[in-house]
């Protein structure tokens, strides 16, 4: 199919763009990478009046790290933060990047653009919400940030309204004594998830916190601390801590996998993915931030 006809302006600032959509009266359409947007848009699943690209705004097209956090303007390409040095402050992004579709289509998307499209199955809204990013939102109003967590409402949905363009994200930089584990499993590589887990432990003076986000589970990303199931797989592991998360771990697979099966996956079967994956990267995490807080050797 080919897209509805629509409208299309390029704004040079940032205060044009925001004018430019505003003006459409709810008839807008944000683009910039357009590898979530195009398809929906050939498909006919979308009919905006107006796509107003942001490509051609300075300001939006940044990378770098400040006050603890890597900022990643609405512009930026995924392939740049895979390429980029600076991105290493944040190794979850190193680890779920090469999942994202293909390069091909990376070249061209944007880490802002996956975050706005919220595709429950995709890996970077997944990331956000276990680091608990905050993405910066600019509408007529001004510019206010927004807690990943809260930022995902449902699937394709989010907390920006129809004025509002992402116009950034922040990671946290990680820390010594975090680690970080990410895997999922799909029909062929590049596909969205079946199932898939992002976590982070962190290991500070003998305590241990941990938190897992599934993706591909349910209608938007979900995360939950798991900081009782991995000490009582460590009081009972015997040296194996991913195999003794999986007792754990199966009431976690019940509360976050709330999908309704389909012609790929039924529940009970993301459910068991879930769990496997689960256990093996927060044993994965585990032991990462055990170097990283210098506990073992590296």
């Known amino acids: 199919m080919k897209a509805a006809p629509f409208a299309y302006v390029r704004p040079s600032s940032l205060p044009d763009a925001i004018a430019e959509l505003a003006s459409t009266g709810g008839g807008g359409k944000v683009i910039a990478g357009g590898q979530s947007l195009v398809p929906v848009l050939a ?3 979308a009919r905006p009046e107006t796509l107003v690209d942001i490509t051609s705004v300075p300001e939006l097209d940044h990378l770098g790290v400040a006050g603890g956090y890597l900022e990643i303007g609405a512009t930026v390409r995924q392939r740049r933060i895979e390429r980029d040095p600076v991105s290493a402050a944040v190794p979850l992004l190193g680890m779920a990047l090469p999942w994202v579709g293909h390069r091909e289509l990376r070249s061209r998307g944007t880490v802002c653009g996956s975050l706005a ?24 109003g001004g510019a206010r940030r927004v807690p990943a967590r809260e ?24 820390a010594a004594g975090e680690g970080f584990g990410f895997a999922e499993i799909a029909r062929r590589h590049g596909d969205f998830a079946l199932a898939g887990v992002v976590a982070r432990v962190r290991v500070r003076g003998g305590e241990t916190d941990a938190e897992l986000t599934g993706f591909g589970v349910s209608d938007r990303p979900v995360t ?14 015997g040296g194996d801590v991913s195999r003794a998360l999986s007792g754990p771990l199966t009431a976690v697979a019940e509360e976050l996998v709330d999908t309704e099966g389909d012609a790929h996956a039924s529940r009970d ?25 210098g506990e073992v050797d590296s």
């Open 43 to 45: 498909m006919r699943l």
């Open 117 to 140: 499209h919220a595709d429950p199955a995709a890996e970077l809204p997944a990331v956000a919400c276990c680091l608990n990013a905050e993405l910066t939102v600019t509408g007529p």
């Open 151 to 174: 930022f995902f409402s449902g699937a394709m949905t989010t907390a920006l309204g129809a004025d509002d363009i992402l116009t950034a994200v922040r990671f946290p930089v990680a």
């Open 224 to 237: 939950r601390s798991v900081s009782g199931e991995l000490a009582a797989a460590l009081n009972e592991s």
């Open 269 to 293: 079967y993301r459910r068991r993915l879930f769990r496997t994956l689960a256990g093996r990267e927060l044993g994965k995490a585990y032991e990462r931030a055990r170097k990283s807080a």
